[in-house]
Each structure stands twice: as C-alpha cells, then as structure tokens.
C-alpha cells in the first residue's frame, strides 16, 4: 500500500490518547492532526474506557506510568472492549518488567520510548493501523464470504430442486414416449394383421407362404443381432411382400411367373411400387414398405427398380428378398419329404450368394434354419389343446388361423374370458376342432 493511499485510507480513522500529562497529549494531537489523523485525547483511563464503550478507535496510544491505573492494566481492559484496535505502549522508562507486563496483558503492537522520534512514533503508527484496516477488510471479506456461501447453498438447493423437477420431467417424458412406443407396435401389428387377412381371403394368394416368409425374416434379423425396431419390423415386411399383387388382374399372380409372357412379368414386377402407393397412409409403416419396394434390387446391382448395389440396398429389403426366394425354391422343389425342400431351398439361394444375395445374411439364413431345425428336434413343451379347454390368462404361443388361413389371433395374445368364448363359437361351427398352441399360463 502507497503512502498516499495509507493516508487516504487512514482519514476516518480515530486514534484515542491517553496520558496524565497534558503536554504530552497536546504534542501527541498535534503531531496526529498534522498527519490527517484525527485524535481524541483523554487525561486519565477510566475516561479513555467510556469512550471506548461508544466509539471506534484503529489505535490507542497509553502512557505507561499513570496514577490509580497503569498502561499494562488499561490496555489489558481496552483489548477486552474493543480486540480489533491497536495499542501502542508510551513509556519513559527502560523497564523490562512493565513493558513485559503490557505485552502480556495489553496484547500491544508496540512500544515507544519517551521521548519518541516522530518518525519512529509515525511509522509505529500507520503500521498499527494499516493492521487495524487489514482485521477490518477481512472481516468484511469474511462476511461476504459467508453471504456468498450462503447465496450458494441456496443455490445449490434451488438446482437440487430443479434438477430433481427436471428428472421427473424426463422421466415423465421418457414414460410417455414408451407408452408412445408401445401403442405404434400395437398399430403396426394392427395394421399388418388387417392387410395380412386381405391376402389370405384371396383365393389365389397364399398366407402361409406369407407367413413362412415373415418368420424366415424374423430368424434372420435376429440372427444378424439388428436393432430391436428392425427385428419387430422385419416379419411386417414378410406378411406384406405381397400385398401389391391385390390391386392387379389375378391372372398376373395366380400362376407361376415363369409361365408368364414378358408384358406381364414386366407388369408383375411393378407390384412393390404399387404396395409402397398402397401403404403411403399409414406412416409408421415407412421402413416395412421401403423394404417391400426394394425387395427385388440385388447386391451385384442388377436388380429393380432402382439397380441398388451392396449396402445401398436397406438391410430389410436384402432380407425379404431372401427369404422370399428360399420359400420360392421350397415350394418348386421336387424332393420327396420337407427337411430334403429345405435343403435344396437353402443350397439353391447359397449359388446366388454375393451376386443376388449379401453373403452375410445368406450365412444369416443357414445358421438361422440349423438353429430352427435343433429347436424343433427338442421342442414339445407347448401345450396343443381345442377352444373348449382353453383357461384364461394362457398365452397364445403361435398364431391362429381360420381353416381359410385368416389370422384370428396374433402369437403372444393373452386370452380372456371375451376371446375365449368367441372361439368357442367358431369352433362349434367347425367340422374339426381347433389346434391351439399355448404356452404356461401368465
């Protein structure tokens, strides 16, 4: 700190002196106002301590020797009245025992000799004070410091509280979207039984090749691990692979395509366009009919109708496409019993691998049919019984069908008293009863 801004800073500041000896005194105040300095001068201590009780003083200066009370015993009882202010000892003897006496009791900051050197008295002086400003200025800190932390932790609580708002904010949200989430798989498979049904009540249509499709699609999403919305997607896109061929003349799809003329397997390619024209409406079917639109594109390329190569070809597209093809291989094999169709089925798709099929998911396909094989070999734990033996809360372990292939039920449904008894009812129509495939009960 400058001179300039100790004196400036010292200007409000009260120094109380105390001496019995008027002289003294009056060269004291004098020397203090001259320094700008203001100082109150007091004869004996007593007085000096009821000021004190009232008034802010940065310093006090005592005599030593003064009658009925010393320096060492009044600035003993000042440090107790006011412990921020300085003291400094006045004395005119070169007594060890008394000025020890001070330190110990007064606590003082220093000690001048009678007579004093101004220069030494002033620079005693202003370092006394600028100490007393320093104690003043912390404790001012001090207390800012206690408000701030206090403004802090109001703070802090106030983020706690918003941060806890917040959460269960996003909570709420993250509940909501789910809740969402659910009712669009609801929908999508609303929406994929109701056009399923359309193409099994067409006579030249076939909703088991449809449905063998869809769960070939399904086993080979799982197998290649895709994301969870692929694999709920990927059976939507198998039931519907057909669904084009409704808004065409039968006599394009109710034979085989080879044994048709050239205008009219052009016009029978053009199908998937017309599914995608058809499905346009129901949005949160975008994927599944992006996959029925490109299910004849093939990885060399040389596909339709765009001439999509490799990985430009969506991932559900390259699956429907191979596993519509390895029905079809099944179905115009000549083989003798089911396991050797399907063998033939897979080594007929396995020539086309890296040319009109991704090899990874013609790998996807093998491993996938091993897989459904073994399970099959070791299955038998699902109950078989007939609509009037059905209890509720059973889960529905596959689909059920109509003997006309319409879906009455999807896989996974939980019956209830209402499902159960409207079964009950088309079975008491039925020359046979039904084949329900359920699981334990929930």
């Not at 001179?3 to 009056?26: F, G, Q, S």
Request: with cysteine.
């Amino acid at each position: 700190m400058t001179d300039t801004a100790k004196k400036a800073a010292m200007t409000h500041i009260d120094v109380l002196c105390v001496d019995d000896d008027e002289i003294v005194l009056r060269s004291l105040t004098r020397l203090l106002k001259t320094n700008k300095l203001t100082a109150i001068a007091c004869s004996n201590p007593e007085t000096a301590l009821t000021h004190l009780k009232s008034h802010e003083f940065g310093l006090i200066i005592s005599d030593m020797r003064m009658p009925k009370m010393n320096g060492a015993q009044f600035l003993e009882q000042a440090r107790k009245l006011a412990p921020d202010t300085q003291r400094i000892l006045l004395t005119g003897y070169a007594d060890i025992e008394t000025t020890l006496a001070a330190v110990n009791q007064g606590q003082i900051s220093g000690y001048i000799q009678k007579p004093w050197q101004n220069d030494l008295l002033l620079g005693s002086i202003n370092n006394s004070l600028e100490k007393f400003q320093l104690k003043k200025q912390n404790q001012i800190l001090e207390e800012q410091v206690k408000t701030q932390n206090l403004k802090l932790i109001e703070l802090n609580n106030d983020l706690e509280q918003r941060v806890e708002k917040r959460t269960k904010q996003i909570k709420q949200v993250l509940k909501q979207l789910e809740e969402a989430s659910e009712r669009e798989k609801i929908e999508h498979k609303s929406t994929v039984e109701l056009l399923y049904n359309f193409i099994n009540a067409n006579p030249y249509l076939d909703g088991n090749r449809a449905q063998n499709i869809a769960n070939t699609c399904t086993q080979i999403a799982l197998y290649l691990n895709l994301s969870q919305k692929s694999i709920d997607l990927a059976p939507m896109a198998g039931y519907l692979a057909q669904i084009g061929l409704l808004a065409m003349d039968p006599d394009l799809y109710k034979k085989p395509v080879n044994k048709l003329s050239e205008s009219q397997r052009k016009t029978f390619y053009t199908h998937p366009s017309t599914a995608q024209l058809m499905l346009m409406p129901a949005t949160h079917l975008h994927d599944v009919s992006d996959a029925i639109y490109h299910q004849f594109e093939r990885y060399n390329g040389n596909g339709m109708p765009k001439g999509l190569a490799g990985n430009d070809i969506p991932i559900g597209a390259m699956v429907l496409g191979l596993a519509r093809d390895y029905w079809d291989a099944f179905e115009q094999s000549n083989a003798a019993n089911e396991q050797d169709r399907h063998v033939h089925a897979l080594d007929t798709v396995k020539l086309y691998s890296g040319t009109f099929y991704h090899p990874k998911i013609v790998r996807a396909l093998e491993a996938s049919q091993t897989k459904m094989r073994e399970q099959k070999s070791s299955a038998g734990s699902i109950l078989i019984c007939n609509a009037s033996e059905l209890k509720e809360n059973m889960i529905l372990g596959h689909a059920l069908h109509s003997h006309t292939g319409i879906m009455l039920l999807p896989k996974g449904h939980i019956f209830s008293r209402k499902s159960i008894e409207k079964l009950q009812q088309l079975e008491a129509k039925k020359p046979t009863p039904f084949r329900i495939m359920v699981k334990t009960a929930k």
